[in-house]
């Protein structure tokens, strides 16, 4: 399969296991097929990518030099090649897939309704971080009234 296949796919699944997260109801189902299916997945693919790219079994194309993750020059070396961006970006895809089930199954034990819960999934699916973030900002309260203790929340 080509780099642009496997991007392709994990772009595909991530999608699908979004879907799922934002619009379907959340049994043990469809928490398992995201967890596994979606972030097992593609965890997977990572970690495969990554070894083989990193130990030159697989050609990942583009820049030259070695690719490393000791110096920046060897950061961007992985990043210059078709296949540096394919891992990259499907670390990004599990990282933020991950983040965006523990914010639905916080939200949930919250009692945030979904409605707010989607606005919130979404802006973690395009941009992880400030999705987490906003997220922690909205939870904030009703994390201190579950847990009263002056200044200690649990999470």
């Not at 997945?41 to 079994?57: D, E, R, S």
């Not at 490393?68 to 950061?75: A, M, N, Q, Y």
């Not at 945030?112 to 979404?122: E, H, K, Y």
């Amino acid at each position: 399969m080509s780099w642009d296949g496997i991007f392709g796919a994990a772009n595909l699944l991530a999608m699908l296991c979004w879907a799922l997260l934002v619009l379907a109801p959340r049994g043990d189902i469809s928490r398992t097929l995201i967890f596994y299916g979606g972030c097992g997945l593609l965890c997977l693919a990572y970690a495969v990518l990554l070894v083989l790219i990193l130990t030159g079994a697989v050609d990942a194309g583009g820049g030259e030099g070695g690719a490393s993750f000791t110096t920046i020059e060897g950061v961007r070396n992985i990043f210059l090649s078709d296949g540096g961006v394919t891992v990259g970006w499907i670390h990004y895809l599990a990282l933020d897939l991950f983040a965006g089930m523990w914010i639905a199954r916080d939200a949930d034990a919250k009692n945030f309704s979904r409605v707010l819960q989607a606005p919130v999934l979404l802006l973690t699916f395009v941009a992880g971080p400030a999705g987490l973030l906003v997220w922690l900002i909205i939870r904030e309260p009703a994390a201190r009234r579950a847990n009263p203790r002056k200044g200690k929340l649990k999470l």
